[in-house]
């Protein structure tokens, strides 16, 4: 009983560094979404896509990227790692974009930038 | 801006204590909303939601909100906390319109039970 799955849990990168927080989900949904939750914060939405091959920014997209080759992975990408990119991510899935839809959330990657 | 507002950032009780978090949004218009709830350690949970209907919501673990309309409100209760209840709530928001409709969350209440 998998759900949405997140690597690595926690990383620790240098300032310029770049790497892949890679999420995947078993529950065939086609909508994921990338989250990162700051201190005292609300999640803020980084990127979602609605189905394999369909990207789409979200609230605070800069310096991420994503890529959706398939409907169970949603990898985010840092480039250019910069201190204000240490947060916590989450990945999510829903079945669709509907509220009756809730999202389930993966346990987290905690990433210091250094 | 659009915004969910959660206005304790951190509650302490006593097992056995009523608890109530605030939370206020301010969106016109029609909106789902949603409580989530993380535990230590886990990720976030599902809590409970309100759509359209009774505007209290029962949810888990003996959870429920009223939605009030005139105030942009959706508080979170429960009259008896339990230690298990310790975790961090969130408080979300979907404004429903046509396109994406995302999620916005505000920003959290960490509760403390303390046995």
């Known amino acids: 009983n998998a759900g949405v799955t997140q690597t690595p849990k926690f990383r620790i990168l240098k300032i310029g560094q770049s790497m892949t927080l890679q999420c995947t989900q078993d529950?065939?949904?086609?909508?994921m979404y990338w989250y990162r939750q700051d201190p005292g914060m609300g999640l803020k939405l980084i990127y979602y896509s609605v189905g394999a091959g369909i990207t789409d920014k979200g609230e605070v997209p800069n310096g991420y990227n994503v890529s959706r080759s398939t409907t169970e992975d949603f990898p985010l990408r840092l480039e250019l790692a910069a201190p204000s990119q240490t947060s916590v991510y989450f990945c999510?899935?829903?079945?669709?974009?509907?509220?009756?839809?809730?999202?389930?959330f993966g346990d987290g990657t905690r990433l210091s930038i250094l | 801006a659009q915004s969910v507002s959660q206005h304790n950032h951190h509650v302490i009780l006593s097992e056995a204590a009523s608890l109530e978090l605030g939370c206020n949004y301010s969106y016109g218009g029609t909106v789902n909303l949603f409580w989530y709830v993380q535990y230590p350690g886990q990720h976030l949970q599902l809590l409970l939601k309100y759509f359209s209907g009774d505007p209290l919501v029962k949810g888990i673990k003996g959870f429920e909100a009223e939605f009030i309309k005139s105030k942009f409100s959706f508080n979170l209760r429960k009259p008896s906390v339990q230690w298990s209840d310790t975790a961090e709530y969130f408080c979300a928001v979907k404004k429903l319109n046509t396109g994406f409709q995302k999620l916005v969350f505000g920003t959290g209440t960490r509760l403390l039970v303390s046995p």
């Open positions: 999510a899935s829903s079945s669709s974009g509907s509220s009756n839809q809730p999202q389930h």
């Open positions: 529950m065939n949904h086609n909508y």
